[in-house]
């Protein structure tokens, strides 16, 4: 039973040797006791009874299924009791499970609930500094913050580059914001970037983020500023560019940085 609790956190031929080693045990020791007194069916209805069917029930789900994620710590996401967090060892990156199955695969940095005042069961899927709403009771995605999770993704790992490049130092920032001029309200990206070291860190807030400009920029205009965040002074370079195809606008690109130093057109 020991052996069988603690391979839920355990992932792939892991846990399958961890499951197999613990029914063993079972089925010794429930042959010693029955089998050898002639009482082969009742040896294997006991095994079967208290190497599987018992301790499914203790931990409350089928462990047997989703062998391929272990779970992230042993609580469950709440307020529900049937649902788990799993991870994927590989990457670190965590989804759910039911008592069945996998509900959502481990594709996400993070999952957050009770969110912005949500109600109950809404949850935030977050990845690289965007989210997607999941309804857990309908088992439903549902809105995301961004319209273009693809495009999200590879200013993400750009950004990250260029930080690496130009060495950005501790709690520097960027922004940067991809927008349709056919439909400005959801943007097709928007990233909120901290960076620690050589480690990139994510702002999901509704909160501006580095400053709110009361002048709107013109495509392939500079800007500059001064804020104070946190007792540190940061020194803005904001810029505004339009893609165009011909003379026509579709896209804009909004980007701004913060730094302790002061950064360079």
């Not at 949850?123 to 009771?137: D, M």
């Amino acid at each position: 039973m020991v052996l069988f609790f603690y391979a839920q956190r355990y992932a792939g031929m892991w846990r399958v040797w961890m499951l197999v080693v613990s029914i063993a045990m079972v089925a010794y020791i429930c042959w010693r006791t029955f089998g050898k007194q002639g009482l082969v069916q009742i040896s294997i209805l006991a095994t079967i009874n208290l190497g599987i069917f018992l301790p499914t029930l203790a931990i409350g789900y089928n462990q047997y299924a989703c062998i391929e994620y272990g779970r992230r710590g042993l609580y469950t996401l709440e307020p529900l009791r049937g649902v788990f967090y799993i991870k994927d060892a590989k990457t670190d990156k965590v989804g759910l499970r039911d008592r069945y199955g996998i509900l959502i695969e481990p594709i996400y940095d993070n999952i957050i609930h009770n969110s912005r005042n949500r109600p109950l069961g809404i949850y935030e899927l977050r990845n690289n500094g965007c989210y997607t709403l999941y309804n857990v009771y309908q088992n439903k995605m549902m809105t995301s913050n961004v319209s273009d999770l693809n495009l999200q993704d590879s200013i993400c790992q750009i950004l990250d580059k260029y930080c690496d490049r130009n060495a950005y130092g501790h709690r520097d920032r960027l922004e940067v914001r991809v927008t349709s001029k056919s439909n400005a309200e959801i943007p097709l990206s928007y990233v909120k970037m901290t960076r620690n070291g050589i480690t990139s860190y994510y702002d999901y807030s509704d909160h501006p983020y580095i400053s709110e400009d009361s002048v709107t920029l013109r495509s392939g205009e500079f800007a500059t500023d001064t804020i104070v965040r946190y007792g540190d002074t940061y020194h803005v370079l904001h810029y505004s560019c339009d893609v165009k195809l011909d003379s026509a606008a579709l896209y804009n690109i909004d980007v701004k940085t913060a730094k302790h130093a002061v950064p360079q057109q």
